[in-house]
Structure formats: structure tokens, C-alpha cells
């Protein structure tokens, strides 16, 4: 008993790589079945969430002082305190419930959209592949406690600190770690306690990404407690940048802010030089300074993204970094991957050839169900047979897993692998039995680099090398082939004409092939290239084209994008799906990545102007490719899954990586992630960034317009000697009230009939094309001209400064409220728009009418707003000045009509 616990205590005391599997199992009270559903609960309450820091974002402190710190804010406490001190308590009362609210507005705003876009991060949040309760799972990273056994492949992050216990040639980059850039190669021997961190081969560290083999380990250490969360780094940040077109926006505010302040004070000094009133000119010079500061921009511009970003979750495209809301309306290129985003991934095998012929299998599966009758071929079932070894190759070097469940069958693992289990059991073979009666002793996975897997059995004595792979790859191994009488010599040409044939039928190919191997230990550096090997037959399997896939490759033509692809498979096999696709037309450029790779850059760059198909391509290809497309000039989006796609999903300007296939690595190296890894849904993506940066440009058109028509009122109003036609707290009315509400409802505005029809805007187009600077402009000057000529005619006719400004106030009023409906589109006229296309922009339309008129009827904003009831009569004359901006846009929209929206 006493050693019992000594030996417990010397267990409990050495450091997890010291450890064997069973010291490690006991100190964990685990085994490699799982914990159970009831004690992982229990840890997870004892350990908490497997997570570096609680994710809540910036404090709602920090960005209210992001609110407070504006230019704007600054300026009007400023022109408040200065007010008070004057004694006008009235407008110091309203610019100070304009701070109060601007600030609670942006800030309401700003939190919601930072809320939303962390939530949809949250659906990409990393996973982890778990054995509990003695099944594999699929778990959220977060909910990993220690005891746990996790599963790790290529690509994946290592999820907690792990003991390892199986491994095969699993290699992990620990550069986020300990800087070290070249992959680890990991094992599970124990190590002796005096081993240095950088060296304990048989740990994987949280935050480290696997590079290539597959590993099982136990947890040991989650959250704060693992290597990671000690030196407390955090590795993948929520990505917060400001887009540039947001940046354009704040240096405009910014610069907008300093000129303002600086005419004020020059107003103010002419004025007192002109001999009027120090307190009079000072509120001159706020008025004049709050007309002209664009204060609803910023709030605008968060609102429109937040919108935009929202809208494309609904499309399943996920967007991680805000700028590529923007940069999706640039794109001109996609380079798209083909399995599984253009096509389904649901494979089928349809086609086993061998030197004694061909059987062919008919149905189709559909994820779910296959018609398992077994078919007949040409052959018996003679497992010597080269027919049933090709089949059994299928089965002995394969991850993955066919279950026969209540409502059809379930696959795991690799599409490719589970067509070959489903093709064998049609054809005789019981993939469980055969796996049981051939032990494994050593494989090498597939990784899309090797193109090939590999795996030792044996049976009765007997060792088989067993590989399956590209037919290239496989037949460079192969000096022999299998017939019904016994091997012969190879025939290159015949199989290859086979895997051609198949493969120009858009079937994947694989050759499958054998060696029996001396009954000496294996050396597993043999397996990475094995020679010697006698083939024994293909397989070709269908990968149906994705539904809408056709479709979206037609619009994204039409809106003047390229669509290529780029795959590792066969080029006859991508060549007929890019046909059927229509990316390509029959004769379509094809390269593969061989020819890529012979390219000195300058050819690169000239061909990737035709090339509609890569195939064969590795990932490093790809990366070559989007470089040579944007020095080019163009605009690059392309996807990526794997671990070493990495680098051309940061390189290119949208990197897409797919939500269900991707690898950890893929995703943190992307700008949007797709749901459902539908090329469809980029399509999509694609139209609502246009459509977001289209409501962008009307939010801008229209807060610009009506400010520029308030800073001129004013200017030339003061220019004429008259007095003034609104003052201060009237035009904060005008810009934080009445207004506001119509710029949110511009953010939904549905996207234009032609936004895919159009062609990608130019990667420099500024915020507003050359057609919308004039409308904004000549839509300014009708609103000043408008609500100056009705002020006066106010003013002439009943001789009340009171009613007149009340009267030029309600004419702007009415103005923006027109104005918000040109802006709507800009090049078709409102009178084609649907009315209740944007209910929201109606809604706020009658609210903002609405509050206005009851300000002018209740006591307190009628003192400190000084306004004063009007009569009918007032309100019909204000209607009509106000509709003329709308003739005045129409009539432009007739003179300048399209074409130009999107320069
Ligand atoms: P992409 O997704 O980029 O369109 P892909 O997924 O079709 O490419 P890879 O997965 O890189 O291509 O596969 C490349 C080639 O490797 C295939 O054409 C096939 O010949 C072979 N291959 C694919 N999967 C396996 C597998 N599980 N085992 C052995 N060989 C495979």
C-alpha cells in the first residue's frame, strides 16, 4: 500500500514526457476509449473551457472612448462649454444631448456590429477530432479537458498540450511556439525528465499546426495551463482591421474636422472685425462647424459593413477580415479548387480496370445509399484474382470508415477512401473482415503532396506493401502487372491509355499495386518511395459537378470575372469537368503543375492570361500562379484547404478556405471562410460585396449632399448679410435625428438588378465615381438655392426670423427625405424603383417626418430648438421647393446614366 502511494506520488511528480502510456493513463484516469459524456462534463466544470483568455473583445469602456475621442465629439463640447459660458443655456442644452446621443448611437452600433461579426468568427471556431465513450467525435476546440484522447491530421492546430501515443510520420511546425521554422518530427517513446521543451519529441503543443502524418495523444495540460497559455501569446487574434476605404473615410473626417474649425475662427474673426456681437459670431461659427462636420459617417460606415458581413453569412461565406468586404467587389479572378467546392465530393466508384478488362458499376451514391448488390463482371471471385486485389488494395490502404446505420449508410473520412470500401463491398469484399485478417504493420496516409498511401499487412506469414495513388505516381513504382495467368512485364502505354480514357470520362483515377516484402522488420524510409511493385488494376470513380455551380460560373462571367481551376487531379479529369462546368470550351488552355513549374516567371505571367485549368498542381504551384495573376493587375480570389495552401490563401487578395474541409491552417490563413466550401457561395459573396461597397457609396452620396447643402446655406446667408437661416441647434436637429434614421436604412438597401452584370470596380476607384461628385453636387446647390429661397419668402411675407427658420428647417427636412430616395440607386430612376423594396428606408422616412413634427408642437423643443408650429400652407410650399432635387436627379440620372456607377 505504502509503495503503492510512493509510486503514485514519484508518477505524479515526473513531467508528462517521462511518462510510459499506462504512468499516463493512470495519472489521467483515462484509457484510449474516452472519458465518458458525464466525466468530461464533470473536468470541463473543474478545469474550465480549454481557452488562452476569456474572447470578449475590446470593453464596452474602450469603445465608448473610441466614440468620445472623435473629432466631432471634441468639437461640440468644445462649442457646449464656450455656449454655456455665453449664457445661450438653450443651445448648450442641445449640443449636449447631441453628444450625449451621437455618442450612445455610435456606441449601440459600434458594440452590435463587433457582437455580430464575433459570432459568426465563432462558427469557424477550430475543432477537434476526440475519441469518447469509444467513438470518434467532432468537438469545439474549447471543450477539450484533460484525459480527453484527440485525434490530429495534416493541417490540423493541435488543440491542448498532448501526450502523444500513436504516430505515424507526424510532423508539427512548433514555430508559434518556439520560433523553430522547420517541422518537428514527433514520437511517443518516453524521454528522460532533464529534456528540454523544444526537444520533447513525444509532446504536441497547443497552437502548433501538424504539417503532415496523423497522431493520437492524451490531453495534459488545456487553456492557461498548456506551454501556449503559460507564455500567455495570443496566436490567433480576431482580425480588426479598419478597411481602407474606412481609413480613406476617417482622414477625410479628420482633415474635414481641422478645415472646419479653421473657417469657423476665421468667420468668427471677420465678424467681430465687421463689428458684430462676440456671442452672436461664436454661435455663427458652431453652426457653421457642425453643418459641415459629416457626423453621421462613421456610425454609417460601421452600420453598411456590419450589414454587408451579415447578409454574406446568410450566403454561408464567412468573412474574417473586414477589408475583403471591399476587395470581393474588385475581384477579377477565382481560382477555385475542384474537389468539393465545384464539385460534390461524393464519389463513386464506376469504373475497376484490369489487364484482363473492365467492370463497370452502375448508381450513383448520394452520401446516404448505394444499391450494394454486387456486380458482376467479367471476373469471378477469385480473391487471387487481379480484380479483387485491386479492390483489397483499396481497402488496406485507406482511413477511412463505412457504417451501416438505421436510415442508409455513413461514411467517414476521405470521400475518395470511402468510395473504395463502398466499390469492394458491390464487389464481393467485406472491407471489416479483410482489414481484421490483414494486420497492419506500418502505412504511410495520403497527403496530397505524395499523391500515394501506403501500408504493411500481413497475414499468415505473408507481408504485403500494399500502395494505392495517382496512376503516374503508382506505375513510376510498378515494373510488373497483374493478368488472370500471373504477372507479366508492365504495359506503360496500355494502363495509361486506361487511366486516360477514364479520366477524359471526368473520372478520378487510382492505381492500386503490390509487393510481397521479405519477412524482415520494415524499414519505414522505404515506404516513402517504393520500387519494385506490380500493378494491379484502376479504379475510376465520378464526382458530380456541384448543384448551381454551372450557374455561378456563368454570372461571375458576366460580371467580368475569370473563373479557374486549379486542382490536384488528373488534367483529363479536370479537363472534362471544367468542360461540363464551362469553365473551359473543349479545346481549353490546360496546364499542370509540371509545366508550371518549368515556366520562368516572365512565361508564367503571359500565360495565366489563358489557362482556364491547372492540374496536378501543389500548393506551391498555386502560390506562383496568383502571384504571376496579380502583377498582371488582377484581383485575386482563390481557395484552398490544406496545410500548404496557407501561403497562397495569405498571398492572394482574397483567400477563401473552405468551413468543412479546411484545415486550421487554411482557415486562419483566409479572409473568408465558406460554410458549406460551395464555389456557389463565393458567387454570392461576391454580389453582396458589391452590393455593400454600392451602400456605402449611396450612405456617402446622400450624408455628403445634404451637409455640403448645410454648409453653404449658411455660407451664403452670411455672404448676403441676411440673418441666419438656421441656427446651431437646428442643424444638429438635422444631422443626428432627422437624418440618422434614413442613413441605417441605406445600409439594407436590396442590390442593384445589374450588380452582377457590371464589371469588378477598379482596385483604386474611389469612394464616389465622377457621375456621383456631380450629382452630389448639383443635388447640393438645389437643396441650398431651395431652402435659401423659401427662408427669405418666409421671412419677407411675415417679417418672424422665428417662422423663417422653422420654415427653412422643415424645407431640409423634407429635402433629405427626397434626397434619401435619389440616392437609392444611382442610375435608375426612382420612379422604376420598387417603393417597398427597402420597407426600412420608408419607415424611417415617415419617423423622421414624424418626430420632426412633433418637435414643433411640444413646448421644451420648440424653446430649445426655437421652432415654431406652421401653417398648412408653409408645409405645402416647403413640399413643393423640396421635391424639386428630385427633378433635378432625375434629369441628371437621364443626362449621366450608367456606365460609370462602377468607375
Ligand atoms: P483540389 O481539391 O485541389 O481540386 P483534389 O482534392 O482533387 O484537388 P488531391 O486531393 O490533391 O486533389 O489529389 C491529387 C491526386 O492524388 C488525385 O488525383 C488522386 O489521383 C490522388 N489521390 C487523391 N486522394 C487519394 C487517396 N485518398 N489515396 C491515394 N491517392 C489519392
Given at each position: 500500500m505504502t509503495s503503492d502511494l510512493a509510486e503514485i506520488a514519484a508518477v505524479s511528480a515526473r513531467p508528462w514526457h517521462s511518462l510510459d502510456d499506462t504512468e499516463v493513463e493512470d495519472r489521467l484516469a483515462t484509457h484510449p476509449g474516452g472519458l465518458c459524456r458525464e466525466e468530461v462534463r464533470a473536468r470541463l466544470a473543474r478545469y474550465g473551457p480549454n481557452e488562452l483568455m476569456d474572447?470578449?473583445?475590446?470593453?464596452?469602456?474602450?469603445?465608448?472612448?473610441d466614440q468620445v475621442r472623435s473629432p466631432l465629439v471634441v468639437i461640440l463640447v468644445v462649442a457646449g462649454v464656450v455656449t454655456a459660458l455665453l449664457g445661450e443655456y438653450a443651445d448648450a442644452v442641445v449640443i449636449a444631448v447631441v453628444v450625449v446621443l451621437n455618442t450612445t448611437v455610435g456606441f449601440v452600433q459600434e458594440r452590435q456590429?463587433?457582437?455580430?461579426?464575433?459570432?459568426?468568427?465563432?462558427?469557424?471556431?477550430?475543432?477537434?477530432?476526440?475519441?469518447?465513450?469509444?467513438?470518434?467525435?467532432?468537438?469545439?476546440?474549447?471543450?477539450?479537458?484533460?484525459?480527453?484522447?484527440?485525434?490530429?491530421?495534416?493541417?490540423?492546430?493541435?488543440?491542448?498540450?498532448?501526450?502523444?501515443?500513436?504516430?505515424?510520420?507526424?510532423?508539427?511546425?512548433?514555430?508559434?511556439?518556439?520560433?523553430?521554422?522547420?517541422?518537428?518530427?514527433?514520437?511517443?517513446?518516453?524521454?528522460?525528465?532533464?529534456?528540454?521543451?523544444?526537444?520533447?519529441?513525444?509532446?504536441?503543443?497547443?497552437?502548433?499546426?501538424?504539417?503532415?502524418?496523423?497522431?493520437?495523444?492524451?490531453?495534459?495540460?488545456?487553456?492557461?495551463?498548456?506551454?501556449?497559455?503559460?507564455?500567455?501569446?495570443?496566436?490567433?487574434?480576431?482580425?480588426?482591421?479598419?478597411?481602407?476605404?474606412?481609413?480613406?473615410?476617417?482622414?477625410?473626417?479628420?482633415?474635414?474636422?481641422?478645415?472646419?474649425?479653421?473657417?469657423?475662427?476665421?468667420?468668427?474673426?471677420?465678424?467681430?472685425?465687421?463689428?458684430?456681437?462676440a456671442s452672436e459670431m461664436f454661435l455663427i461659427a458652431v453652426a457653421l462647424a457642425v453643418s459641415a462636420v459629416p457626423e453621421g459617417l462613421p456610425v454609417a460606415f460601421t452600420i453598411t459593413l456590419a450589414a454587408g458581413v451579415r447578409r454574406m453569412a446568410r450566403r454561408r461565406a464567412i468573412?474574417?477580415?473586414?477589408?475583403?468586404?471591399?476587395?470581393?467587389?474588385?475581384?477579377?479572378?477565382?481560382?477555385?479548387?475542384?474537389?468539393?467546392?465545384?464539385?460534390?465530393?461524393?464519389?463513386?466508384?464506376?469504373?475497376?480496370?484490369?489487364?484482363?478488362?473492365?467492370?463497370?458499376?452502375?448508381?450513383?451514391?448520394?452520401?446516404?445509399?448505394?444499391?450494394?448488390?454486387?456486380?458482376?463482371?467479367?471476373?469471378?471471385?477469385?480473391?487471387?484474382?487481379?480484380?479483387?486485389?485491386?479492390?483489397?488494395?483499396?481497402?488496406?490502404?485507406?482511413?477511412?470508415?463505412?457504417?451501416?446505420?438505421?436510415?442508409?449508410?455513413?461514411?467517414?473520412?476521405?470521400?475518395?477512401?470511402?468510395?473504395?470500401?463502398?466499390?469492394?463491398?458491390?464487389?464481393?469484399?467485406?472491407?471489416?473482415?479483410?482489414?481484421?485478417?490483414?494486420?497492419?504493420?506500418?502505412?504511410?496516409?495520403?497527403?496530397?503532396?505524395?499523391?500515394?498511401?501506403?501500408?504493411?499487412?500481413?497475414?499468415?506469414?505473408?507481408?504485403?506493401?500494399?500502395?494505392?495513388?495517382?496512376?503516374?505516381?503508382?506505375?513510376?513504382?510498378?515494373?510488373?502487372?497483374?493478368?488472370?495467368?500471373?504477372?507479366?512485364?508492365?504495359?506503360?502505354?496500355?494502363?495509361?491509355?486506361?487511366?486516360?480514357?477514364?479520366?477524359?470520362?471526368?473520372?478520378?483515377?487510382?492505381?492500386?499495386?503490390?509487393?510481397?516484402?521479405?519477412?524482415?522488420?520494415?524499414?519505414?524510409?522505404?515506404?516513402?518511395?517504393?520500387?519494385?511493385?506490380?500493378?494491379?488494376?484502376?479504379?475510376?470513380?465520378?464526382?458530380?459537378?456541384?448543384?448551381?455551380?454551372?450557374?455561378?460560373?456563368?454570372?461571375?462571367?458576366?460580371?467580368?470575372?475569370?473563373?479557374?481551376?486549379?486542382?490536384?487531379?488528373?488534367?483529363?479529369?479536370?479537363?472534362?469537368?471544367?468542360?461540363?462546368?464551362?469553365?473551359?470550351?473543349?479545346?481549353?488552355?490546360?496546364?499542370?503543375?509540371?509545366?508550371?513549374?518549368?515556366?520562368?516567371?516572365?512565361e508564367l505571367h503571359r500565360r495565366v492570361g489563358e489557362v482556364d485549368v491547372y492540374a496536378r498542381t501543389a500548393p506551391e504551384h498555386k502560390l506562383r500562379i496568383v502571384r504571376a495573376m496579380q502583377a498582371n493587375g488582377d484581383v485575386v480570389a482563390v481557395t484552398g484547404d490544406g496545410v500548404n495552401d496557407a501561403p497562397a490563401l495569405k498571398a492572394a487578395d482574397i483567400g477563401i478556405a473552405m468551413g468543412k474541409r479546411g484545415t486550421d491552417a487554411a482557415k486562419e490563413s483566409a479572409d473568408m471562410v465558406l460554410a458549406d466550401d460551395n464555389f456557389v457561395s463565393i458567387a454570392a459573396a461576391v454580389e453582396e460585396g458589391r452590393v455593400t461597397f454600392d451602400n456605402i457609396r449611396k450612405v456617402v452620396a446622400f450624408v455628403l449632399g445634404t451637409n455640403a447643402a448645410e454648409v453653404l446655406t449658411i455660407v451664403i446667408a452670411l455672404a448676403l448679410d441676411w440673418p441666419l437661416p438656421l441656427i446651431a441647434a437646428q442643424i444638429l436637429w438635422l444631422n443626428l435625428v432627422t437624418d440618422s434614421l434614413q442613413v441605417m436604412a441605406l445600409a439594407f438597401e436590396p442590390g442593384e438588378p445589374d450588380v452582377m452584370a457590371r464589371s469588378p470596380r477598379g482596385r483604386s476607384a474611389g469612394i464616389l465615381s465622377r457621375v456621383m461628385w456631380e450629382r452630389v453636387g448639383i443635388t447640393s446647390l438645389v437643396i441650398t438655392v431651395g431652402t435659401l429661397f423659401l427662408f427669405r419668402w418666409e421671412l419677407d411675407q411675415t417679417g418672424s426670423e422665428g417662422i423663417a427658420q422653422t420654415a427653412a428647417l422643415t424645407t431640409m427636412v423634407l429635402f433629405q427625405m427626397f434626397q434619401a430616395l435619389n440616392v437609392r440607386s444611382p442610375s435608375r430612376s426612382l420612379f422604376r424603383m420598387h417603393l417597398f423594396a427597402n420597407p426600412l428606408l420608408l419607415v424611417a422616412i415617415i419617423a423622421s417626418i414624424a418626430i420632426h413634427v412633433i418637435a414643433l408642437y411640444l413646448p421644451w423643443t420648440q424653446y430649445l430648438l426655437r421652432v415654431e408650429p406652421l401653417d398648412l400652407a408653409v408645409w405645402v410650399r416647403a413640399t413643393l421647393v423640396a421635391s424639386t432635387v428630385v427633378a433635378a436627379a432625375e434629369v441628371h440620372k437621364l443626362l449621366r446614366r450608367d456606365g460609370e456607377f462602377a468607375s
Open positions: 474572447d470578449a473583445g475590446p470593453s464596452g469602456l474602450a469603445t465608448l472612448l456590429a463587433e457582437r455580430s461579426v464575433r459570432a459568426l468568427l465563432l462558427l469557424v471556431s477550430p475543432r477537434a477530432r476526440v475519441v469518447r465513450d469509444h467513438a470518434d467525435w467532432e468537438v469545439e476546440s474549447r471543450e477539450l479537458v484533460p484525459g480527453d484522447v484527440v485525434l490530429l491530421e495534416s493541417g490540423a492546430r493541435v488543440p491542448a498540450d498532448l501526450r502523444l501515443t500513436t504516430t505515424t510520420a507526424l510532423q508539427v511546425d512548433e514555430s508559434a511556439l518556439t520560433g523553430e521554422s522547420l517541422p518537428v518530427v514527433k514520437g511517443t517513446a518516453p524521454l528522460p525528465v532533464a529534456t528540454g521543451l523544444a526537444d520533447r519529441t513525444n509532446l504536441a503543443y497547443a497552437g502548433t499546426t501538424v504539417t503532415s502524418g496523423r497522431g493520437r495523444g492524451y490531453v495534459v495540460g488545456t487553456g492557461r495551463q498548456t506551454e501556449l497559455g503559460t507564455i500567455a501569446r495570443e496566436v490567433s487574434e480576431v482580425q480588426q482591421t479598419a478597411t481602407p476605404l474606412q481609413q480613406r473615410m476617417e482622414r477625410l473626417a479628420r482633415v474635414i474636422g481641422v478645415v472646419v474649425v479653421g473657417c469657423a475662427l476665421l468667420a468668427f474673426a471677420l465678424g467681430m472685425i465687421g463689428g458684430r456681437a468573412v474574417r477580415r473586414l477589408p475583403s468586404v471591399e476587395t470581393l467587389g474588385s475581384t477579377t479572378v477565382i481560382g477555385s479548387d475542384k474537389t468539393g467546392t465545384l464539385t460534390e465530393n461524393v464519389m463513386t466508384v464506376r469504373q475497376v480496370w484490369t489487364a484482363d478488362g473492365v467492370t463497370h458499376l452502375t448508381g450513383i451514391w448520394d452520401g446516404r445509399t448505394v444499391d450494394c448488390a454486387p456486380v458482376m463482371g467479367p471476373n469471378g471471385h477469385d480473391r487471387t484474382e487481379p480484380r479483387q486485389l485491386t479492390l483489397l488494395t483499396g481497402i488496406l490502404t485507406n482511413e477511412a470508415e463505412v457504417v451501416q446505420t438505421a436510415d442508409g449508410i455513413r461514411t467517414q473520412g476521405d470521400p475518395t477512401e470511402a468510395a473504395l470500401l463502398i466499390a469492394a463491398s458491390r464487389l464481393g469484399l467485406d472491407p471489416d473482415e479483410e482489414r481484421e485478417a490483414y494486420r497492419m504493420v506500418a502505412e504511410v496516409p495520403f497527403e496530397p503532396e505524395r499523391q500515394f498511401s501506403a501500408s504493411v499487412r500481413q497475414r499468415d506469414g505473408t507481408r504485403l506493401l500494399l500502395v494505392k495513388g495517382a496512376p503516374e505516381r503508382v506505375l513510376a513504382m510498378c515494373d510488373a502487372m497483374l493478368t488472370g495467368h500471373g504477372p507479366v512485364r508492365l504495359d506503360h502505354d496500355a494502363v495509361q491509355l486506361a487511366a486516360h480514357d477514364m479520366a477524359s470520362e471526368g473520372l478520378r483515377v487510382l492505381a492500386m499495386a503490390h509487393r510481397v516484402l521479405p519477412p524482415t522488420p520494415v524499414e519505414l524510409d522505404g515506404l516513402e518511395e517504393p520500387s519494385g511493385l506490380t500493378l494491379l488494376g484502376l479504379q475510376g470513380m465520378a464526382d458530380p459537378p456541384r448543384e448551381g455551380a454551372r450557374d455561378a460560373i456563368a454570372a461571375c462571367r458576366d460580371a467580368g470575372m475569370r473563373v479557374v481551376m486549379i486542382t490536384g487531379d488528373h488534367a483529363a479529369t479536370a479537363r472534362a469537368i471544367g468542360n461540363e462546368l464551362g469553365i473551359a470550351e473543349d479545346d481549353a488552355a490546360v496546364a499542370t503543375g509540371v509545366e508550371v513549374e518549368a515556366m520562368d516567371d516572365a
